[in-house]
């Protein structure tokens, strides 16, 4: 969540914020992809259920995963612009 506000101020001040952006997304799309996983297993076939919310955080989580950017894009960014490491 800090890496989210951190983001945000940067882009109010108007500065650069790519990679913040970028470290945010990465890291709470892993964790609500763990979150959903876990509650799929937990409900089990109730899961894919529409009556049940599980099935509609599945959609959301995977539509963040491929938009705006994948995650493989991000990660790309992080790599060349935060650790440095050649453009791949």
Not at 55 to 69: D, K
């Amino acid at each position: 969540k800090l890496l989210n506000y951190e983001a945000a101020w940067l882009f109010d001040k108007g500065e650069r914020c790519g990679a913040e952006a970028n470290m945010a997304k990465v890291c709470a799309v892993e964790a609500g992809t763990e979150a959903v996983y876990h509650a799929m297993q937990t409900y089990g076939g109730y899961g894919y259920a529409v009556e049940y919310d599980v099935e509609r955080w599945w959609r959301e989580i995977n539509l963040i995963r491929l938009a705006p950017v994948t995650q493989q894009m991000a990660l790309a960014f992080i790599g060349e612009h935060v650790l440095g490491l050649p453009k791949s």
